[in-house]
Every structure is written in structure tokens, then in C-alpha cells.
């Protein structure tokens, strides 16, 4: 699975749009990126994913570039609830020995995203 | 419909002990995984259930054995805990989306586990 960069860190103001980049310069074409969150210590929590277009479901949105090897994970209008941990993971689908497929994934560190009043 | 649920969801254990974590889910998932995430790290795969009567090693399975129970249960055995195994433990399940050739994952709660 294709490696992802993000920034360790951000701030947003409540009510701001929060953008969260991510990088993935070596995904492949059958990799889709994936988001999830984890509220301090929560299980984590999916919140969307795709393959090349842009996306959006009712908690954000996300922007995938023409080349793939970039994304932006957007909350549109961050709420002092949207501060957690943002994970970009990138992956295929994985199959088992007798070639069952599943769908593991690998966590990085992550950003800390703190949303202010 | 509960989701993924997990027990217990605190647990001391003094070096050597055993001790099995417990997994559920309602949502008729094939597969079912095994992560553990220690403090300021991301969550690390231990085990996964791809599919019933199926198991396969993560990538820290040492120390660690698994049972699919069935469909619906899958657990996780420590057989003589370490230190090194403190650790939350998170148990979650997925299927694989009808629309799209990919999966969204449902975590439990997690068990917050300390060995002595």
C-alpha cells in the first residue's frame, strides 16, 4: 500500500472550513484513500473515502487531484466535536491465502486537528 | 443495532497471566480484524478474520492467538501477558461496499489493557 504524508498538526476556528492535506506520491490505480477520525482514544471513525473523483457525504468532503497523488480532506464548518486525530490511509483490497478479500488498513500518525472557539 | 461491542473494557493483568478479549458485531460482516494502538502511535494490525472459519497473522501477531467464533464473534487470547502488551485494543469488522471495490470499517470501543 501507497505511503501518506501529513502534517503532524493544525488549528482551525469553529465554524471555519478545515482542510487537511495528504500526500500519497506513489498510490497506484487501484488504490482508493480513505479517512478516518478518533476522538480521544474512540475507536476510530470512518468518514469517507474514493478513488479519483471528488467526494461528499454528510460529515465532509473529499478532493482528490487530477494526478491522484495529493487529497484534501474538508469539514466545511468545523465544530469544537470535530477535534481529533485524522488519519489518510491508502490501500487496495487485500486478499487472504484462499483469496477471500478483506479490507485491513494501515494507520500512520496521523493529524492532530484542534478546532478553537 | 449496537455496532462493533467490546469486552471488557478495562483490564488489569499481572505478568504471565491469560486472559481473552471478547469482539461482537451486528451487521452481518465478513471480516473482522484485531488492532492495538499504544500511546501516541497509530493503530497496528494484530490479527484479521477475512471471512468465517477463516484467520490470518497482522503484523504484530506475536504473543497473540484468535478465535472466529463464528459470523458474528471474533476473540482475541493473550496466553501469558508482557508488559509490552499494554496496550488499547480495538476489535473492527467491514464488508465490502456493493458500489465500489472497497471497504469501510466499524471500530469498537476499545479495551484498555495494563499488564503489571
Known amino acids: 500500500d501507497a505511503k501518506t504524508t501529513q502534517p503532524t498538526s493544525m488549528d482551525c476556528a469553529e465554524g471555519r472550513a478545515a482542510n487537511l492535506p495528504c500526500n500519497h506520491s506513489?498510490?497506484?490505480?487501484?488504490?482508493?484513500v480513505y479517512w478516518y477520525r478518533q476522538i480521544h482514544s474512540q475507536g476510530p471513525q470512518y468518514i469517507i473515502h474514493g478513488l479519483k473523483n471528488n467526494e461528499t457525504n454528510e460529515m465532509a468532503s473529499l478532493i482528490i487531484t487530477e494526478d491522484r497523488k495529493s487529497s484534501t480532506l474538508i469539514l466545511p464548518h468545523a465544530t469544537l466535536r470535530d477535534t481529533a486525530v485524522y488519519y489518510c490511509i491508502v490501500r487496495s483490497l487485500d486478499y487472504n491465502a484462499g483469496g477471500t478479500s478483506y479490507g485491513k488498513l494501515t494507520f500512520g500518525q496521523g493529524t492532530i486537528l484542534t478546532v478553537h472557539p | 443495532n449496537a455496532g462493533v461491542t467490546q469486552t471488557p473494557k478495562f483490564q488489569v493483568l499481572k505478568t504471565g497471566q491469560s486472559m481473552t478479549l471478547q469482539c461482537a458485531q451486528d451487521?452481518?460482516?465478513?471480516?473482522m480484524y484485531w488492532y492495538r494502538q499504544d500511546p501516541g502511535m497509530g493503530l497496528r494490525l494484530i490479527y484479521y478474520s477475512a471471512s468465517e472459519g477463516t484467520t490470518d497473522k497482522g503484523e504484530v501477531p506475536n504473543g497473540y492467538n484468535v478465535s472466529r467464533l463464528n459470523k458474528r464473534e471474533f476473540s482475541l487470547r493473550l496466553e501469558s501477558a508482557a508488559p509490552s502488551q499494554t496496550s488499547v485494543y480495538f476489535c473492527a469488522s467491514s464488508e465490502r461496499l456493493a458500489r465500489s471495490l472497497s471497504y469501510e470499517q466499524y471500530f469498537g470501543p476499545g479495551t484498555r489493557l495494563t499488564v503489571t
Open positions: 451487521m452481518n460482516h465478513n471480516s
Open positions: 506513489t498510490i497506484s490505480g487501484n488504490e482508493y
